[in-house]
């Protein structure tokens, strides 16, 4: 079975809610929109104090090339454009609304009926990529890169196939699971829109093999689309990735930063980004609601909810059973690249793809003992780096060495922390150094 070359690790997949079907969250009293729900440059807003809006009315146009609109998910009224803590917990602006009642922009199309390409003749690449523009879409595996700027590739640069990122190897979340059980068509539409986007004739969707019954699902599904195969991959993390994803599926790999995707021909989009440009090709409907893993080993109801953005987080625990009294830790995202909330009432965002609450004995760091020279995080780093090198030179703050041992193509999956025998948080020294050389590689193009 197919999978990628270097390094990877295999931690406990706790897919606690694999079974739960997908269920709509309650409306917020209050939604809290950032304007910073992707990568690039902040959304800015276009409604003031006052303004009523429904669900669906812009809030936010895109502040640039790489950027992204924000649409308001609630109808009511705008109380006030200011600041809100986000995940990471830094102050962005946003726009907080008042809900009051459900109301929805007429043009968005509500109905259950499935639209499929064959259905919309006149569609062309241009037409699909605006409108993708246009609702927001972003990707919705957790970087956040704006969708229309990935499906325009550079001059020089040709797709030759799309990968869809059905993988969900991060422990704990099973919201693309339950997405592909449940809305299989609509995905495959989706990936369909996709593939006329950027004009190619081959889509490829890697699912894990520990989802057995969606690949025979999408199996049967994609029989209808002869371009579209379905690769069932080994369980291996981080098989998400998006360099590994395509060394798995297609047996290319991606040079070394500032190369993309792209250099080898291959376009990826997680399978919740293809769902979300099928609601916005076909239905009209931005970018407003996604599904979200709340889970835990603690919590009563481990739950996939279909939530509103701008939902604080501490409804949607509320929805699960409640905050656990073992509560150690509450993370953005999943136990291996997610990060700490500082507060609950941090806001719901195009990014949030779960809430992992750990109890008190997991939360618990282990002391760190110094480095035994093992090599273990070299042979499970998937690229082909040395951790305990990048690391070491990180708290030394010798950025030049940082840079020169190649921290940019790190992808912070963790693994490297994970397998550690000595606890050291490598990540997290490492997380450092790439930010910092980043901010330096700045400065000097800035310069020239």
Known sequence: ?????????????????????????????????????????????????????????????????????????????????????????????????????????????????????????????????????????????????????????????????????????????????????????????????????????????????????????????????????????????????????????????????PAIPINVGAIVQNVGTAFAIYQAVMKNKPLIDRVITVTGKSVKQPSNLLARLGTPFQQLIDECGGLPEDTGKVIGGGPMMGKALLSLEVPMTKGSSGLLIMNEKEARRSEPNPCIRCAKCVSACPMGLEPYLLSTLSDLQDWEKVEANDVTSCIECGSCQFTCPSNRPLLDMIRVGKTTVMGIIRNRSAKK
């Not at 609304?97 to 003749?121: A, C, N, Y």
């Open 1 to 257: 079975m197919k999978t990628f070359k270097i390094g990877g690790v295999h931690p406990a997949e706790n897919k606690l809610s694999a079974a739960s079907p997908i269920r709509e969250a309650g409306l917020p009293k209050q939604a809290v929109f950032s304007m910073c729900q992707h990568i690039g440059a902040p959304a800015k807003p276009v409604v003031k104090r006052g303004d009523v809006v429904k669900v669906g009315t812009l809030l936010g146009e895109a502040g640039g090339f790489v950027s992204a609109p924000i649409y308001s998910s609630v109808s009511g009224k705008v109380t006030k454009v200011d600041v809100a803590l986000d995940a990471s917990g830094t102050r962005r602006p946003a726009v907080y609304v008042d809900v009051d009642g459900d109301e929805w922009e007429e043009s968005i199309d509500r109905t259950p009926d499935l639209v499929k390409l064959s259905d919309r003749p006149n569609l062309d690449s241009k037409t699909i990529i605006e409108k993708i523009k246009n609702a927001g879409i972003v990707g919705m595996g957790g970087a956040t890169f704006p969708c229309h700027v990935k499906l325009s590739p550079p001059p020089g640069c040709k797709a030759e196939c799309v990968i869809i990122n059905a993988v969900e190897c991060e422990p704990y979340l099973t919201a693309d699971h339950r997405l592909m059980l449940e809305h299989p068509d609509e995905i495959l539409v989706g990936v369909d829109l996709i593939m006329k986007a950027v004009d190619v004739t081959k889509g490829y969707i890697g699912i894990e093999n520990n989802k057995p019954d969606a690949i025979a699902l999408m199996k049967e599904k994609a029989q209808a689309y002869p371009n579209i195969e379905v690769v069932p991959l080994k369980v291996k993390y981080p098989q998400g990735g998006e360099k590994q994803l395509i060394d798995a599926v297609v047996n290319r790999q991606v040079p070394a930063p």
